[in-house]
């Protein structure tokens, strides 16, 4: 049975930095291109970063919105995914989810569509 598990949610000031990370259990990160969404009060799930095991060149796939201040990390001995977050606003605020995706494309566009399993997701609330 596959299991993602989110941690390291929480509540940050403005300019702040927070690192998740994402756990998996019951397959192989390594194989898999992983997703990380973000879905705020009212609003749609969007992805806002894929990290792909399929393209040498560009291995990780940023969103206007995260870019220059979010990076992606992988630790292939831990089977974890790892979201460092960094200059956080108060618009980053929302709950975040690790997910692993079909196929080779990291676009972020449909990633949502994409999606073969599911984290439970963790809480980011960036406020003063």
């Known amino acids: 049975q596959v299991r993602l598990v989110e941690s390291g949610g929480g509540l940050v000031q403005p300019g702040g930095t927070l690192t998740l990370s994402c756990i998996a259990s019951?397959?192989?990160?390594?194989?898999?291109?992983v997703g990380w969404f973000r879905q705020a009060p009212g609003k749609e799930r969007e992805g806002v970063v894929c990290?792909?095991?399929?393209?040498?060149?560009?291995?990780?796939y940023y969103g206007d919105a995260v870019k220059g201040r979010f990076t992606v990390s992988r630790d292939n001995t831990k089977n974890t995914v790892y979201l460092q977050m960094s200059a956080l606003k108060p618009e980053d605020t929302a709950v975040y989810y690790c997910?692993?995706?079909?196929?080779?494309?990291?676009?972020?566009?449909?990633?949502?569509?994409?999606?073969?399993?599911w984290g439970q997701g963790t809480q980011v609330t960036v406020s003063s």
């Open positions: 019951g397959i192989t990160m390594g194989y898999y291109n």
């Open positions: 997910a692993t995706t079909w196929g080779m494309s990291c676009a972020l566009a449909n990633m949502t569509a994409r999606v073969a399993d």
């Open positions: 990290s792909s095991v399929y393209d040498d060149y560009q291995n990780t």
